[in-house]
T-cell receptor, first 113, second 111 residues
Framework: SAVISQKPSRDICQRGTSLTIQCQVD?????MFWYRQQPGQSLTLIAT?????????ESGFVIDKFPISRPNLTFSTLTVSNMSPEDSSIYLC??????????FGPGTRLTVL | GQQVMQIPQYQHVQEGEDFTTYCNSS?????IQWYKQRPGGHPVFLIQ?????EVKKQKRLTFQFGEAKKNSSLHITATQTTDVGTYFC???????????FGKGTSLLVTP
């Protein structure tokens, strides 16, 4: 398993501003993932973040809106840029420990006014 | 990617009744995974099925993978209030490492 922490746990932001979410893992992992989960909905993959390379974004998500950093094997950040109310969601990071299964962080609940 | 459809969307049962959620794909899946998300929580991995026709049990939970590897089910026997949550199936995407999640089945258990 893996112990994953996220900061902040929640935030309320004004439209037009940006928020950076941090994800910390207790062990080194190659693959980290960022998901969005809107209220009552399923998880949608935003991007895959591998250390030492550019993040791979899913259809509908672009780097200018969701820049990602992966400076080392235990840490990643996701920035939600130029926010609008439609960005209100829970943002989750997850890791793959090499077994194809994923372990999730507790999530960041974002509200954009 | 390997998209999965999940039904039902919601299920409300009395404590002690059984519950089943189904996951279907139009393509053959390499594996299927199941996750549980409690209200206000994050998804937690339950199990992974890989082999055709595989059946795995975790106490009152029984997981099945279809012979054609295109469908899966999660059955809970004699539900308890602690079973409340949303159950997601997930399959590997085209990338081979990211997951595509089903829409989930939200289970409500009333005592």
């Amino acid at each position: 398993s893996a112990v994953i922490s996220q900061k902040p746990s929640r935030d309320i932001c004004q439209r037009g501003t940006s928020l950076t979410i941090q994800c910390q893992v207790d062990s080194q992992v190659t693959m980290m993932f960022w998901y969005r989960q809107q209220p009552g909905q399923s998880l949608t993959l935003i991007a895959t973040a591998n250390q030492g390379s550019e993040a791979t974004y899913e259809s509908g998500f672009v780097i200018d809106k969701f820049p990602i950093s992966r400076p080392n094997l235990t840490f990643s950040t996701l920035t939600v840029s130029n926010m609008s109310p439609e960005d209100s969601s829970i943002y989750l990071c997850s890791v793959d420990k090499g077994t194809d299964t994923q372990y999730f962080g507790p999530g960041t609940r974002l509200t954009v006014l | 990617g390997q998209q999965v459809m999940q039904i039902p969307q919601y299920q409300h049962v009395q404590e002690g009744e059984d519950f089943t959620t189904y996951c279907n794909s139009s393509t053959t899946l390499s594996n299927i995974q199941w996750y549980k998300q409690r209200p206000g929580g994050h998804p937690v991995f339950l199990i992974q099925l890989v082999k055709s026709g595989e059946v795995k049990k975790q106490k009152r939970l029984t997981f099945q993978f279809g012979e054609a590897k295109k469908n899966s089910s999660l059955h809970i026997t004699a539900t308890q209030t602690t079973d409340v949550g949303t159950y997601f199936c997930a399959a590997l995407s085209n990338s081979g490492y990211a997951l595509n999640f089903g829409k989930g089945t939200s289970l409500l258990v009333t005592p």
